[in-house]
T-cell receptor, first 116, second 111 residues
Framework: GAGVSQSPSNKVTEKGKDVELRCDPISGHTALYWYRQRLGQGLEFLIYFQGNSAPDKSGLPSDRFSAERTGESVSTLTIQRTQQEDSAVYLC??????????????FGSGTRLTVV | GDSVTQMEGPVTLSEEAFLTINCTYTATGYPSLFWYVQYPGEGLQLLLKATKADDKGSNKGFEATYRKETTSFHLEKGSVQVSDSAVYFCALRDLGDDMRFGAGTRLTVKP
């Protein structure tokens, strides 16, 4: 697509429920990133996918968080047994190729998750 | 490892004032440098970039020059508008590495 698409744009869930967030990157972008942004804060790296390589999961805050990506297409971020501290905007970004300094990231508009 | 430090906000200016947001970096290689802007309720958008020393990135009246000698990439605009109110992120990306973002600087421009 023309840009990075994220869905849903807003999600309100009850504490303890599982949620699934979706990211559709720009076609041809091999690298895909997930970030968390708490209210008024900077970006917190969560996970990075590059092509068919094993993902870099070093930023996932707990085992309640997981993410998948099929090839170079859609990615889903799943949060199990949500907690109130999971409330944040979850941003997805894609890049033409990981590790190449000239390429910037293109971000989606984010999913605002509220856990009540 | 590589890192970016940008001035803390918030920054509040009157319309038509001059803007500077400082950004300095630490890198082992020869990174590209970026400024991203995040308007309220939106994701980050690339504002400008520079890929080598002495390059100047510019867009929408904003400018930043890649200064290797001072390891800086300060963002400037000669006359800000209310519509420039946003959070600005400085970032760098080195070969073989992911983007490293600064903490962000919130700018509010008052009419």
């Amino acid at each position: 697509g023309a840009g990075v698409s994220q869905s849903p744009s807003n999600k309100v869930t009850e504490k303890g429920k599982d949620v699934e967030l979706r990211c559709d990157p720009i076609s041809g972008h091999t690298a895909l990133y997930w970030y968390r942004q708490r209210l008024g804060q900077g970006l917190e790296f969560l996970i990075y996918f590059q092509g068919n390589s094993a993902p870099d999961k070093s930023g996932l805050p707990s085992d309640r968080f997981s993410a998948e990506r099929t090839g170079e297409s859609v990615s889903t971020l799943t949060i199990q047994r949500t907690q109130q501290e999971d409330s944040a905007v979850y941003l997805c970004a894609s890049s033409l190729e990981g590790g190449m300094p000239n390429y910037g990231y293109t971000f989606g508009s984010g999913t605002r998750l509220t856990v009540v | 490892g590589d890192s970016v430090t940008q001035m803390e906000g918030p920054v509040t200016l009157s319309e038509e004032a001059f803007l500077t947001i400082n950004c300095t970096y630490t890198a082992t290689g020869y990174p590209s440098l970026f400024w991203y802007v995040q308007y309220p309720g939106e994701g980050l958008q690339l504002l400008l970039k520079a890929t080598k020393a002495d390059d100047k990135g510019s867009n929408k009246g904003f400018e930043a020059t890649y200064r290797k000698e001072t390891t800086s990439f300060h963002l400037e605009k000669g006359s800000v508008q209310v519509s420039d109110s946003a959070v600005y992120f400085c970032a760098l990306r080195d070969l073989g590495d992911d983007m490293r973002f600064g903490a962000g600087t919130r700018l509010t421009v008052k009419p």
